[in-house]
């Protein structure tokens, strides 16, 4: 995208779209995992100190089931479109079939990430 | 975003951790498909609920299954083998966040005044994260 241009909606439907917003949602699910598991890991660290009761309020948040959504989205995101940069600069031959590599990504990922939502959410209503 | 420095060609640490980021990022990939099959193999459908098998995936460590319904956590979740598996997940995935964040703080921060104290900052952090890491390790009372 232009540097410091207001491209307006064509600028987010440009033909580099699927590497880019694959690009961008790497950064983003990378940050998401830097602050959860940091987070986590200073609330595991004051609970296991007694250091007050906020590291067994955070951990709560933490395992409870619509914010594991929202982790799992991160970390399987981030997993296997990591796998897919690191594949192909590794084999920069296959560099030519970025975008295809992306729509491979988007098959595996959509199907496994909807099955765990699905187990989250029956598990999560059914009370376990 | 600022225009970004284009680093040398050649060996360099830019470079060095380029390539870092790509093994140790296939290499936290096998490591988590190895604490996940060996959760499985040893019981985990049964005795795990899903959020226990993700921070097992991630962190082989006793301390994240021992609230769960496994029998005995010395036979075959707390062994020598998962602490060296805890060390190189640490390690691997630490680092690889550590210069994963560098690199996005100086995208958007570019070469100031303020670059090194910023990877300083990281530095610390970073070592900071494996000392706790460690200890976690051999804190861990199996």
């Given at each position: 995208?232009?540097?410091?241009?207001?491209?307006?909606?064509?600028?987010?439907?440009?033909?580099?779209?699927?590497?880019?917003?694959?690009?961008?949602?790497?950064?983003?699910?990378?940050?998401?995992?830097?602050?959860?598991?940091?987070?986590?890991?200073?609330?595991?660290?004051?609970?296991?100190?007694?250091?007050?009761?906020?590291?067994?309020?955070?951990?709560?948040?933490?395992?409870?089931?619509?914010?594991?959504?929202?982790?799992?989205?991160?970390?399987?995101?981030?997993?296997?479109?990591?796998?897919?940069?690191?594949?192909?600069?590794?084999?920069?031959?296959?560099?030519?079939?970025?975008?295809?590599?992306?729509?491979?990504?988007?098959?595996?990922?959509?199907?496994?990430y909807l099955l765990t939502v699905y187990v989250i959410v029956t598990k999560a209503l059914s009370g376990g | 975003m600022r225009p970004r420095y284009i680093p040398n060609r050649g060996i360099n640490l830019d470079y060095l951790m380029w390539l870092f980021t790509r093994?140790?990022?296939?290499?936290?990939?096998?490591?988590?498909?190895?604490?996940?099959?060996?959760?499985?193999?040893?019981?985990?459908?049964?005795?795990?609920?899903?959020?226990?098998?993700?921070?097992?995936?991630?962190?082989?460590?006793?301390?994240?299954?021992?609230?769960?319904?496994?029998?005995?956590?010395?036979?075959?979740?707390?062994?020598?083998?998962?602490?060296?598996?805890?060390?190189?997940?640490?390690?691997?995935?630490?680092?690889?966040?550590?210069?994963?964040?560098r690199m996005i703080v100086e995208d958007y921060l570019g070469h100031t005044f303020w670059q090194p104290f910023v990877r300083a900052l990281i530095a610390l952090v970073w070592i900071g994260m494996v000392i706790i890491g460690i200890y976690v390790v051999l804190g861990?009372?199996?």
């Amino acid at each position: 995208m232009a540097y410091g241009k207001y491209t307006g909606l064509e600028g987010w439907l440009y033909k580099g779209s699927v590497t880019y917003y694959a690009f961008a949602l790497h950064r983003l699910t990378a940050m998401g995992i830097i602050l959860f598991v940091g987070v986590h890991v200073a609330a595991s660290f004051s609970m296991q100190q007694v250091l007050g009761t906020w590291g067994t309020t955070i951990n709560t948040i933490y395992e409870s089931w619509w914010f594991q959504i929202i982790v799992v989205f991160c970390v399987l995101f981030h997993a296997l479109n990591g796998f897919r940069v690191a594949t192909l600069d590794l084999f920069p031959r296959l560099l030519k079939y970025d975008r295809e590599a992306v729509y491979l990504f988007w098959g595996i990922f959509t199907p496994i990430y909807l099955l765990t939502v699905y187990v989250i959410v029956t598990k999560a209503l059914s009370g376990g | 975003m600022r225009p970004r420095y284009i680093p040398n060609r050649g060996i360099n640490l830019d470079y060095l951790m380029w390539l870092f980021t790509r093994i140790s990022g296939l290499g936290i990939i096998l490591l988590s498909l190895i604490g996940l099959g060996s959760a499985m193999y040893m019981g985990a459908r049964l005795q795990l609920d899903l959020p226990t098998v993700l921070r097992w995936t991630f962190m082989p460590n006793p301390s994240h299954v021992v609230n769960s319904n496994i029998p005995d956590v010395t036979l075959g979740w707390a062994t020598a083998f998962w602490q060296i598996m805890q060390y190189l997940i640490i390690f691997f995935a630490f680092t690889h966040a550590a210069n994963g964040i560098r690199m996005i703080v100086e995208d958007y921060l570019g070469h100031t005044f303020w670059q090194p104290f910023v990877r300083a900052l990281i530095a610390l952090v970073w070592i900071g994260m494996v000392i706790i890491g460690i200890y976690v390790v051999l804190g861990s009372a199996y």
